[in-house]
């Protein structure tokens, strides 16, 4: 405890992220005054972590600071917009110096990368509690939308969804991997990627795009239903990685990469005439997404066995964990 409210901002709050020219009045007065570009539509989005819900107890406060941040400029890649401007609500039980430090610093890193400044917020006692709203642009009425996907239309993922899941379960003592695994995984979880510059080039190809928080499946069927479609998702098609496979197995490896969650990767739908030309300008390898089945008419989302036949993922994959 001991430093004053004033004091903390000033010091861990004011220099967070990248100063912009576009903020005319930052940290500091009521509110902060921006300048929106008048060419652009404003998007905006908000995600809160509760301690012990979105992440463990005791969490490395740096990675606090960076998934506080992360999960919101996931939120604006699944828009296909261009995060600016962020505000922290903190709520916290004392005001740890070590702590806000390295929240801070995770923060700020993030924010850096991507060309974000954090221009207010507000700070209060109470249990740990982070809640990040984000703004960012659009060109008018290019906005990426769920909607847009129509049956035929070949669906992607980014990244090797299930890591961040994985690692979620070894913080937790639930899952054991090879050290060299266990490190990878962890850092999945407790560092994830959001693919904001993959989302802003999407904006020319892809006609629906969703973020992938809730697991892949749960959301290609979110994204194929405000479509008004369903979707064929080719089970063996759906990337993990080597560490997945080499901890859980292949086909636990993929069952979770399905229903786990907390992936920040981005899934979205191309119409078939353009897959060409995004595989042209966006080499999948440089990239990093795949094909993983298409949008189709009848509603509901099937996944297929290598030999045809339709599994059933009615229950989350934590459950391969359970006690
Ligand atoms: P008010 O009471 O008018 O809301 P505060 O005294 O709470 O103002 O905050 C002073 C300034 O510091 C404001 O510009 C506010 O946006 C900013 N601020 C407060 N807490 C934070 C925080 N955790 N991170 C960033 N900015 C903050
Ligand atoms: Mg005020």
């Known amino acids: 405890m001991g430093i004053s409210e004033f004091a903390l901002i000033e010091r861990y709050f004011r220099h967070c992220g990248v100063k912009r020219s576009d903020v005319r009045l930052g940290i500091g007065d009521d509110a902060a005054v921006l300048d929106c570009p008048p060419d652009a539509e404003l998007v905006a989005t908000v995600d809160t972590l509760v301690a012990g819900v979105h992440f463990p107890i005791g969490s490395p406060a740096a990675s606090i600071g960076h998934r506080a941040l992360a999960v919101n400029l ?14 922290l609500s903190l709520t916290m039980p004392s005001a740890e110096e070590d702590w806000l430090g390295e929240f801070a610093s995770g923060l700020s890193a993030l924010a850096r990368t991507h060309g974000v400044a954090l221009v207010g917020g507000n700070t209060t006692s109470g249990p740990l509690c982070i809640s990040v709203q984000l703004l960012g642009h659009v060109p008018r009425s290019a906005a990426l939308l769920r909607t847009g996907g129509k049956p035929d239309d070949v669906l992607f993922v980014s990244g090797t969804p299930g890591d961040s899941a994985a690692g979620l379960a070894l913080e937790q003592g639930q899952l054991t991997a090879a050290s060299h695994a266990a490190k990878y995984l962890r850092e999945r979880f407790l560092f994830p990627t959001p693919r904001v510059a993959l989302g802003e080039r999407l904006r020319k190809f892809a006609s629906a795009c969703i973020d992938v928080s809730d697991g ?27 560490s997945l496979v080499e901890t859980l197995g292949n086909e636990t490896a993929r069952t979770l990469a399905l229903t786990g969650g907390e992936d920040y990767e981005l899934c979205f739908s191309v119409p078939a005439p353009s897959v060409g030309k995004l595989r042209q300008e966006l080499p999948p390898e440089q990239w990093g997404y795949r094909s993983i089945g298409v949008l ?28």
Do not use: N, Y
């Not at 996931?74 to 505000?87: H, V």
């Not at 189709?296 to 359970?322: K, L, N, P």
């Open 296 to 323: 189709r008419a009848e509603a509901g989302v099937h996944v297929m066995a290598a030999d045809a036949t339709v599994m059933d993922f009615s229950h989350s994959g934590f459950h391969h964990f359970g006690p």
């Open 216 to 242: 892949l499946l749960g959301d290609a069927a979110k994204l194929a239903q405000a479509s008004g479609c369903g979707a064929r998702i080719e089970f063996e098609s759906i990337p993990v990685s080597e």
């Open 74 to 87: 996931s939120d604006l890649a699944a828009m296909g917009a261009r995060p600016a401007w962020a505000l």
